[in-house]
């Protein structure tokens, strides 16, 4: 069960907090859209991405070669308003304009196929 203060400590670090921002705008991307959108390396983004995955602040499935992360549908309410308040906060002094535009430039990879399977 993820606990307030495991949440907090995802929030902290810049990388996972703009992630985080970024699927709850977009619903669902795969580590090459975060790279892309936040200008960091894959490795550091997927390494932040399994440790939200670890608390279960995100959940990941597989679509061929790409895996897709997306907010944990099970998050507890009260993790869900800090988010959506945290992304209130961003779109008021613009924060995420940036990673918003690098990732308007990408041609991003397809999100559905006819074999779609969970990634543990």
């Not at 705008?25 to 991405?49: F, H, T, W, Y």
């Not at 070669?65 to 869900?80: D, R």
Request: hydrophobic residues 40%.
């Amino acid at each position: 069960m993820l606990t307030p203060q495991q949440f907090l400590k995802s929030l902290v670090d810049e990388t996972r907090f703009r992630c985080l921002m970024l699927l709850l705008i977009e619903g669902e991307m795969c580590v090459c859209e975060l790279s892309q959108a936040v200008d960091a390396i894959q490795p550091k983004i997927s390494r932040n991405l399994a440790l939200l995955r670890q608390h279960n602040v995100v959940t990941s499935r597989r679509n061929g070669q790409w895996i897709f992360y997306a907010l944990h549908p099970e998050l507890p309410q009260w993790a869900k308003e800090m988010l959506h308040a945290s992304h209130r906060g961003c779109q008021e002094q613009s924060l995420l304009e940036q990673d918003i535009k690098r990732l308007a430039t990408m041609d991003r990879p397809p999100k559905f196929s006819s074999a779609l399977s969970a990634v543990a």
